[in-house]
Nanobody, 119 residues
Framework: QVQLVESGGGLVQAGGSLRLSCAAS????????MAWFRQAPGKEREFIGS????????IYSDSVKGRFTISRDNVKNKGNLQMNSLKPEDTAVYYC????????????WGQGTQVTVSS
């Protein structure tokens, strides 16, 4: 099992940048694929992107392509989401999630971190 904790959220002006971190517990983080999601009030949870256990296969949603970068450091048991050129519509609670390799379900979730982008 793995436990996840997001950090790095806050208030930023439009056009600015934030870097979110996802700290994982245990020694088996490299056995999990992980992903980032976000959810704004009144809206459904939105998939942002995912990264394979190796860190070399990355998928982004169209809404963040070219602006967000997903990475991971399996030695430090840490995932990262670099967000650039932020827009007010990026305002949401951001979550990281992990799944066991070979399983489609993301069974492990962090508590979320608030990102607010002002105009």
């Amino acid at each position: 099992q793995v436990q996840l904790v997001e950090s790095g959220g806050g208030l930023v002006q439009a056009g600015g940048s934030l870097r979110l971190s996802c700290a994982a517990s245990g020694r088996t983080f490299d056995k999990y694929a992980m992903a980032w999601f976000r959810q704004a009030p009144g809206k459904e949870r939105e998939f942002i992107g995912s990264i394979s256990s190796s860190g070399y296969n990355i998928i982004y949603s169209d809404s963040v392509k070219g602006r967000f970068t997903i990475s991971r450091d399996n030695v430090k048991n840490k995932g990262n989401l670099q967000m650039n050129s932020l827009k007010p519509e990026d305002t949401a609670v951001y979550y990281c999630a992990a799944r066991v390799i070979g399983n489609n379900a993301y069974a492990y979730w962090g508590q979320g971190t608030q990102v607010t982008v002002s105009s």
